[in-house]
């Protein structure tokens, strides 16, 4: 890990004013413990908002001008744009923006990067990204490889098996991305389903609350070769609770994915979720090729 994205900046208003969280201490923590911060910016997940933002020049420069503002007040090194949920008549609209950020952001030799789906159909959460456009004037396009069963999704499944994530990554490279901006987004999380009464609902499971139900229910979880990951299941009155686990096992093999198209790295959703076996999985995988 070399990089941390606290997320601290929302755009909460048409005109493109910037709601923030920022901390001045934890800043300073970072930075003295060898850290790089890039702030996470988020649309708020509004479509219209970010309609409106996108299409006003004026929210536009005002938008650019508080991220040159809060980066000098508070030694930013870096912005990651998390901007989701938007129309796909945007798609252009979303792509001259990100042009326009770059040009006045990279004068402050700030590093950018962008969060962006695995391609589907969907047109407000993966239409919306002229993925090749978007990768000229970012250094990075991080590529969110999980949510493959949304916690509203109608079927219990995987978050991110491994197949489904191989795919997306190929789809994303197809689109022109060049491997060497493209950053392979890792979830340290699970989700948690209950069937039962008609219905599929789902909460999202951290690994160690995962190993606690294990424990609980004496479960032996048994491995998925298809998906490259365990799974268990348990009753629990008249419902069926079914996990598909991420875990070092599971984040193992997705890691090999690096390598195998040269990417720069990994980014992961989100520090707090894993165990204490991640980090040193990490490290040791991603720097094999240097020792």
């Known amino acids: 890990v070399n990089v941390i994205s606290p997320s601290w900046l929302t755009i909460v208003k048409p005109n493109g004013f910037i709601k923030t969280t ?3 201490n934890y800043v300073k923590r970072i930075h003295e413990n060898g850290y790089k911060i890039w702030p996470l910016i988020t649309n708020d997940f509004d479509k219209d908002l970010t309609h409106a933002f996108l299409n006003d020049p004026a929210a536009r420069e005002y938008i650019i ?4 503002f809060y980066a000098e007040k508070n030694h930013f090194d870096g912005y990651n744009f998390d901007f989701e949920n938007i129309y796909e008549q945007d798609r252009d ?3 001259s923006f990100i042009r326009q950020s770059a040009i006045v952001l990279h004068r402050e030799n700030l590093t950018l990067s962008m969060d962006i789906t695995i391609p589907s159909d969907n047109p407000v959460w993966s239409k919306c990204y002229d993925r090749k456009e978007l990768a000229g004037p970012l250094d990075y396009l991080i590529l969110m490889a999980y949510d493959e069963h949304s916690r509203l999704s109608s079927d219990s499944g995987s978050v991110a098996s491994y ?3 191989k795919k997306g990554l190929e789809a994303t490279l197809a689109q022109g991305v060049p491997n060497d901006k493209l950053v392979l987004g890792l979830p340290l999380y699970m989700r948690l389903w209950r069937e039962g ?3 599929v609902t789902a ?3 951290s690994m160690e609350s995962a190993q606690s139900l294990i424990d609980k229910y004496n479960l032996s979880p048994h491995w998925l070769d298809d998906k490259k990951q365990y799974y268990f299941e348990y009753q629990d009155k008249n419902f069926r609770y079914r996990v598909w686990q991420e875990d070092s096992a599971s984040l193992s093999q997705k890691l090999n994915l690096v390598s195998l198209y040269n990417l720069p790295g990994i980014a992961s959703w989100r520090k707090g979720f894993e165990t204490s076996d991640i980090w040193p999985l990490f490290n040791r995988k991603l720097n094999a090729d240097k020792n």
Request: proline share 0%; charged share 25%.
């Open 22 to 24: 920022i901390s001045e």
């Open 93 to 95: 609209a979303l792509t």
């Open 65 to 68: 001008r508080q991220l040159v």
């Open 197 to 199: 009464e008609g219905k």
């Open 163 to 165: 197949d489904w994530v």
């Open 203 to 205: 909460q999202t499971l």
